[in-house]
């Protein structure tokens, strides 16, 4: 279950424990550290570090493009990562888009690898599928990125195309039926006082 | 039964391991066995054998044998070591 509210020119996405807030001009310098440490910067399509320069460039022309989407993920009110979805052809707006190409990365290293990694998917897909009404998600994972393959297949993805990079496709049906489960846990009460604390 | 064999048979059943690997140092996703889905089972196995209800919290903290013992002393599951 997700919470959508009107941000800016975009939407604030809430839901299983994390919120998806647009990313803004405060959110830049952060998003820039974590996309340039070696782990993350390994695994993405264009492996190359960007210049602060680059990375304000390409928030100003994000602001004109209404092909991609990008949000900050919070836990528990800290940013610990970034989500975002772009459509497959060119001109196309992601609100009109029958397929989206999603993205993310965890860019705090102690919730790598964690279950609350699943979370800015699960409400990022609900919104795409719940409320943009797409039929697929279509990611493109390179194949060396056993993590992300893993992750995605959990997800319910299949794949449809394997080279260099591995093609992967999920219909919503199939989401919907892959996740039941780790939805409930996520959408669980959050820890009570007389339990303690972290 | 004692609560550490509990633990460990949760462990085992949940995960498809042996009772050897169900040791402190195991933690999430660092063996193909224990991924999110098994992580799912293994709540459910706890949940059952201890007889008590998991917060998201909780869920998400529990990352290794280690935590899933400090996490269910929290529910007042006691623990010789």
Redesign the interface.
């Known amino acids: 279950m997700i919470v959508v509210e009107p941000y800016a020119d975009s939407v604030k996405i809430t839901g299983y ?1 994390i919120e998806l807030k647009p990313v803004g001009k405060e959110d830049l310098d952060l998003l820039l550290t974590w996309r340039n440490s070696v782990p993350i910067r390994q695994r993405m399509i264009n492996d190359a570090v960007i210049s602060r320069e680059d990375h304000y460039a390409w928030y100003q022309r994000l602001q004109r493009d209404l092909s991609q989407r990008h949000w900050l993920v919070s836990y528990k009110g800290r940013p610990i990562g970034s989500t975002n979805v772009r459509t497959r052809k060119s001109g196309l707006a992601v609100t009109e888009a029958a397929q989206l190409e999603p993205g993310l990365y965890i860019g705090e290293e102690r919730f790598q ?4 990694a ?1 979370a800015p998917t699960l409400a990022l897909y609900d919104y795409c599928f719940g409320e943009l009404n797409i039929q697929s998600m279509v990611a493109v994972i390179k194949a060396e990125n056993t993590a992300a393959l ?1 992750y995605n297949l ?1 997800l319910g993805y299949q794949t449809i195309r394997q080279q260099d990079w591995v093609e992967m496709s999920l219909q919503s049906s199939c989401y919907q039926r892959h996740n039941e ?2 939805k409930k ?8 006082a007389s ?2 604390t ?1 | 039964m004692t609560n550490e064999k509990k633990l460990t048979q949760a462990f085992v059943s949940a995960l498809s391991i042996d009772e050897a690997q169900v040791v402190d140092s195991l933690q ?2 660092t063996i193909k066995e224990w ?3 098994a ?2 089972v293994l ?1 459910a196995e706890l949940e059952d054998a201890f007889d008590v209800m ?8 529990m ?1 290794s044998v280690a935590k899933a013992k400090t996490i269910l002393q ?2 007042d599951v006691e623990f010789s070591d």
């Open positions: 424990q690898g964690n279950l609350i699943f893993k959990q489960n780790i846990l996520l959408s669980r009460p959050r820890r009570t339990k303690g972290e | 999430y996703n991924d999110s889905t992580h799912m709540i998991l917060d998201t919290d909780d869920i998400i903290d990352s929290r529910y």
